[in-house]
DNA sequence: AATGCGTGGCT
DNA sequence: TAGCCAAGCAT
């Protein structure tokens, strides 16, 4: 495995040269960033982040909804969350230098399993083991594991463990990610040219694409509503921060009624818009896929003089008003510019 | 232990 | 196309 990564390994931003310990600042920002996320997705977020807050004490001297903002796209806001929460325990508790140790990593907000045992190997060459779906994947098919995950987790982690070698666990680690990620992958995994194909039980088998088995996911449930957008004479769009924990944690929105089974009556959706105006239903609506659910918005859009006043149920000391050039680098998620852009288009 | 939590790319 | 799913964590 490690002669193959020596040759074969994928050249990441985050990475250094085989047999280098990285900057664990460096090792988290990306462990973080890649959490549940693909490697394309992450490279241009990390890249504006290290350049932005090139330290950890950078990091934790930034108002949290820059953070945000600069979060918004890349998903999963609580990473966002606790990688500003993790870089103040940093640099109060730990003079901005991570500790080595998985346990006292783990104590860390947003660093799991999984991520301490990342940075404790790569940072800092402990002989550990970072089990995440790659992993699980890879260890399966080797051990031709017909249990089914996520059953099947504790067992297979204690095989991971086993393979860990004591010297360079880190290149060990990000080995196994590029096999599970290039090779050993979930359709079709190209066992030909494996490097450790002659120590595959299910490739012996001929069952490699059958593993691992996993259990059938619940049917994902739709939800509906109406959502408002309010275009003031001056450009600006009116958008108001939701509650702090929860989807979308901390983010801006676009002003909505709820998102429940069933959509109310239009008339009554108008009622709870966030200011009076004469408000124009866009044709068509937004189709948004969140992890559990299916949301389908119907927007309505409305030109309002500068001077308009939001109704109290609009919370006005949570809304704001943000002028569309500046919308870009707003706390905005992926859903909500969809509502703006679906709202906006064609003048 | 099961559920909540985003997004975009792939087939 | 409509799922499937990616370098998981918190509760």
């Not at 230098?97 to 402990?126: D, H, V």
């Not at 200011?275 to 030109?303: K, M, N, Q």
Request: net charge positive; with cysteine; charged share 25%.
């Amino acid at each position: 495995m490690l002669a193959w990564y020596d040759e074969e390994r994928r050249d990441l931003p985050w990475r250094v040269a085989p047999g280098k310990r990285a900057d664990p600042y460096r090792v988290w920002l990306s462990e973080i960033m890649l959490q549940q996320t693909t490697v394309k997705a992450v490279i241009p977020f990390y890249a504006r982040f290290l350049a932005r807050w090139p330290t950890i004490k950078a990091l934790a001297a930034a108002p949290l909804d820059d953070v945000l903002a600069a979060w918004a796209g890349l998903g999963y806001y609580s990473r966002a969350r606790n990688l500003h929460k993790c870089a103040i325990a940093v640099v109060e508790d730990f003079g901005g230098k991570f500790p080595s140790t998985i346990a006292e990593l783990q104590k860390l907000p947003g660093i799991g399993p999984y991520t301490a045992n990342a940075i404790a190997a790569i940072a800092f060459g402990e002989s550990a083991t970072p089990v995440d779906g790659n992993v699980e994947r890879v260890v399966a098919r080797l051990f031709a594991v017909r249990q089914s995950l996520p059953a099947a987790k504790t067992e297979l982690k204690r095989l991971a463990a086993t393979l860990t070698p004591e010297r360079r666990a880190g290149d060990f680690a990000q080995a196994m990610m590029d096999l599970g990620a290039g090779i050993c992958t979930p359709r079709r995994p190209s066992c030909l040219v494996c490097p450790v194909q002659q120590d595959c039980a299910a490739a012996a088998h001929g069952i490699a694409e059958q593993l691992p088995m996993r259990l059938e996911r619940a049917e994902r449930p739709q939800r509906v509503g109406f959502a408002f957008v309010a275009l003031r004479e001056d450009g600006c769009v009116l958008v108001r921060k939701r509650a702090e924990a929860g989807l979308l944690g901390g983010m801006l929105e676009v002003p909505s009624t709820a998102w429940g089974d069933l959509l109310p009556p239009a008339k009554e959706a108008l009622r709870s818009a966030p200011l009076r105006a004469d408000w124009w239903a866009v044709p068509g609506t937004v189709v948004h896929v969140f992890t559990h659910f299916r949301l389908e918005l119907i927007v309505y859009r409305a030109l309002v003089p500068a001077d308009a006043t939001l109704t109290f149920w609009a919370e006005p000391e949570r809304c704001q008003w943000v002028a569309r050039r500046d919308l870009h680098a707003a706390a905005l998620p992926s859903v909500m510019r969809k509502v703006i852009g679906h709202a906006l288009k064609e003048n």
